[in-house]
């Protein structure tokens, strides 16, 4: 928490004081106390429920095998050592990774980049439109983002090979080659998401103190060094923030390559939620779905956490 | 940036480049749906609609294709956003405003809640939700995807809260103002911006959300837009890309809205800077 959360937090404790000299007051500040817990076991009982509940049952049904008709059987942990050696599976983990990477990176380095050009505009105006045009298909659904890409992207009939032709190039294999398939789909969702990313950095950088850009010019720092001794350096809190939250979407890309690809051409876009969901929903085998879903829990989490430890090295807080 | 080294007119002339070739690559899908949606014979090539109609518009504007399906997206959404609002509020005022021993662990807790995988949840929450029959219910739907929006909805309050000064609130305290008033009548009132950046932020999730109402929604009543264009338009094959485009502006414009209606008072990037804080 930043220091003017503490003063302001000390502040109650100081007026919390003042009120105790009234009579009968340390009977009033109890009530409001368990009226506190109260107010905030109302969020926590819900999200007990509905979100950590179902993340115990999970790891309990993982260790089951169930589909639906018959009562659950014990396993152990065959559902995991089936799914070690499965190698839809497997490499529906490896896509996942690699999608996320790649969107993760792109995402975070176009952002920033979007950022610092856009925050060097002087007018007003110019501002506001590079804002709203980032910012457009962040606003969109993907569901509907993902089906007119798809036909934007079409090998035969799309647009963009269409101008491809137009201009002399060859048309290029977009989502039916696996390794483009991969590739379209980093863009994509890259290109529907980046106005987060961008708007976090335009807020970082547009409150980066003045004080602090002055003394750097007065000392003959050039755009560059300003740029990466300053400003990445002074906003890298929020380059923290958006690399992880970009992480954890990414790990569970699920809604663009079903839409276009149905995890296609063979198993090139099958992510580990897409395969997550044709075990259980469309198999039935939710003990083995709930297998790949805590692995997918795991990964996620240790790569939130190996971002957070990389973070106490790189990360600058004022 | 200063750009008045040497330098600084080439650096100029390629950040202007760069920054217009980017915008285009992000205007022009979205100008091909606009003009498709105005064109009878809309197909793949980016071009002024020739016979220029709105029939796109009318053919789906029916009930069981626009209608019924935005409706079911406005009651998901608002519902969704609402009751977040409410408990998010309710919990963020304890949490910024006294000094309790669970304060620092529930923060904790709640920045791990916004890491929890949505997808992990679904295969047993779908099972809750057939156990407690609530499978195919909207309501069920929008108190597990409020549930799901908390953590993030709360940590973004409390930071907004952080910032509302705490004076006024002693005066209320000194008078005898009770918890309870004192954050009605005088916390909220002084937060509403963050209040509409945190109704905007659940609202937009919820509004383009697919993954969980396609698996908890089955009938076709009770799809929000955001699965029924992919049940229409994704599923059957259905090439009619001048209809798409009009669904997908109509089903656009709520959203649009909000985002305009917001950054006119909040100033566009401040807006999430409640989510950075801290």
Redesign the interface.
Known sequence: ??A??ET??S???E?TR??ARRPGARRAIRR??V???L??G???A??T???L???L??LG?SFFSWD?ITPPQFVGIKNFTRLFSDGQVLSSFGVTIVLAIGIVVLQIA?GL??A?????RKHKWTK?L???????????????V???????F?AK???IN??LNEIGLPSVPWLVNPTTAQITMILIVV?QQVGFTF??F???L??VPTDVLEAA?IDGA??WR??FRI?IPLIS??IL?AT??AM?NA??L??QPF?MTKGGPGTATTTA?IA??QT??QNLQ?GY??AI??L??VI??II?GIQFLAARKLVFYQ | ???S?PS?RG?KIV?NT??VI??L???L??L??LVASFDGTAN???KLPAPFTIDNFTSVLTPSLAFGPLWNSVVISFGCAIITIV??V??A???S????R?NKP?MYGILF????????????????F?SLNLLDSIWGTV??M???S??MA?WMMKNFM??VP?TL??AA??DGS???STLTRIVVPLMRPGLAVVFIFVF?QA??N??IPF?LLLSPNNMP???S??QF??QYGA?A?GK??A??LI??VP??AL?VVT?RFLG??????G????
């Open positions: 928490m930043s003017a959360t302001r937090v502040a109650s404790r007026s003042l009120i409001e106390a009226f506190g817990y107010m905030i109302l969020a926590v819900f999200v429920v509905f979100t509940i179902p993340i049952v999970s049904l639906v176009l980049l979007l610092v050009l856009v925050n060097t506001a590079f804002r709203t045009t980032f910012y457009l298909p962040l606003l969109a659904s993907t569901a509907a993902s089906i007119f890409m798809g036909y934007l079409d009939f799309g647009l269409y101008y290109w708007v976090l335009v807020a970082g547009t409150s010019a050039g755009a300003t740029l400003k809190p929020t923030f992880v939250v954890i790990m569970q699920f809604d839409i939620t997550m969901y259980g929903f939710f779905a709930s879903a805590i997918l829990l996620i989490l939130t | 940036m200063k750009l080294s600084g650096l950040s760069v920054l980017i915008g690559c992000f205007l899908p979205l091909w749906l793949l090539t980016l408990i998010a309710l919990a005022y304890p949490l405003r006294y000094r309790m669970i529930f809640g916004t890491c929890l995988p949505i997808t992990a949840m679904m295969v047993p929450v779908y099972n809750l057939v108190l597990f409020a549930a799901t908390l953590p709360i952080d910032s705490i609130e002693e305290w000194t009770s918890m309870m937009v509004w383009g697919f993954f698996v837009a955001s699965v264009i992919y338009f994704g090439v890309y798409l485009a669904f997908s089903y656009s959203v649009l985002y950054s566009g990037g401040s807006a999430l800077a989510a950075v804080k801290g």
